[in-house]
Nanobody, 125 residues
Framework: QVQLVESGGGLVQAGGSLRLSCAAS????????MGWFRQAPGKEREFVAA????????YNVDAVKGRFTISRDNVKNTVYLQMNSLKSEDTAVYYC??????????????????WGQGTQVTVSS
């Protein structure tokens, strides 16, 4: 069992920044990587970024490259998503996910075994 709890969402103006956190507990050691997904109203959930627990290797989708940075703290079992230069199209519920395999950067999305409850990010124009 793995529990993932996101926090840090909120309302920001375009061009602003937010840092999302995902606190993981349980048997996190069996998962190769952690990822962030997002789902905007009326749209499918989409992959955003991932990071491996072991080496800290990262992957970001093109839509967020240069603006978002994923990181992790292995001691705290926490992953972060630093979001800068936010745009209105970034508005979505952001979900943390546990990724079980080396396919952490698989397109269109890596496999996921556990999801967090989500945290709302709203970017005003």
């Amino acid at each position: 069992q793995v529990q993932l709890v996101e926090s840090g969402g909120g309302l920001v103006q375009a061009g602003g920044s937010l840092r999302l956190s995902c606190a993981a507990s349980g048997r996190t050691g069996i998962y190769y990587a952690m990822g962030w997904f997002r789902q905007a109203p009326g749209k499918e959930r989409e992959f955003v970024a991932a990071i491996t627990w072991g080496g800290g290797d990262t992957y970001n989708v093109d839509a967020v490259k240069g603006r978002f940075t994923i990181s992790r703290d292995n001691v705290k079992n926490t992953v972060y998503l630093q979001m800068n230069s936010l745009k209105s199209e970034d508005t979505a519920v952001y979900y943390c996910a546990a990724i079980p395999s080396i396919d952490y950067n698989r397109k269109p999305a890596p496999p996921v075994h556990y999801w967090g409850q989500g945290t709302q990010v709203t970017v005003s124009s």
